[in-house]
């Protein structure tokens, strides 16, 4: 007897609705989107803002920690000037920011 009764469908408004199972996996979802997708495509779309505008005599700093100033821009590379006469050449996605808003040293 008892097996029988298990093996009954729930009955009347106990069935639970599909809807209802996907959605706690639809609002995990969201929320990823808005707080970690979202704002990283957006940082990856100011990184590379920021390196289509880079030009020549600006100053830099590589994902190394090398400050450097411009001296050239080809198609994947920069030439950065890391001192008098020494220029190295980098590729343009180890370019990390911009130095311009950086207060000298004293």
Do not use: W
């Amino acid at each position: 007897m008892l097996s029988i009764i298990l093996m009954m469908q729930p009955q009347g408004e106990d069935a639970a609705n599909p809807l209802m199972s996907f959605l706690p996996l639809l609002l995990i979802v969201v929320v990823f989107y808005f707080f970690m997708i979202r704002p990283q495509m957006k940082r990856q779309k100011e990184t590379r803002k920021f390196r289509e505008g880079l030009a020549k005599n600006d100053k830099v700093v590589t994902t190394g920690g090398i400050y450097g100033k411009i001296v050239s821009i080809h198609d994947t590379t920069i030439s950065l000037e890391v001192a008098k006469d020494i220029v190295i050449k980098v590729d343009k996605n180890g370019i990390v920011k911009d130095m311009s808003d950086v207060q000298p040293q004293r």
